[in-house]
């Protein structure tokens, strides 16, 4: 059995000495790495508000892109 006790987690980080806060940062960032980058992820297709774009697509518009860049630097 498994008894729930109230943690306040800013009293404890407020005590901890500045390398320690450090410590901790750098470790929820690996800890929730994936997580934070799935929820960009969907924020940012959701801000799309369309389809996602396929592989191929992507490949055009670089292509394109690339055309336009190459054809800028002749004139």
């Given at each position: 059995?498994?008894?729930?006790?109230?943690?306040?987690?800013?009293?404890?980080?407020?005590h901890?000495?500045?390398?320690?806060?450090?410590?901790?940062?750098?470790?929820?960032?690996?800890?929730?790495?994936?997580?934070?980058?799935?929820?960009?992820?969907?924020?940012?297709?959701?801000?799309?508000?369309?389809?996602?774009?396929?592989?191929?697509?992507?490949?055009?518009?670089?292509?394109?892109?690339?055309?336009?860049?190459?054809?800028?630097?002749?004139?």
């Open positions: 059995m498994k008894i729930a006790i109230p943690i306040d987690v800013d009293a404890i980080v407020d901890l000495p500045m390398r320690e806060k450090i410590r901790l940062v750098q470790r929820l960032e690996r800890e929730t790495w994936a997580s934070r980058l799935d929820w960009l992820f969907n924020r940012t297709n959701q801000r799309r508000g369309r389809r996602n774009i396929s592989e191929k697509e992507i490949l055009r518009i670089c292509k394109d892109v690339r055309r336009k860049l190459h054809d800028s630097g002749r004139s």
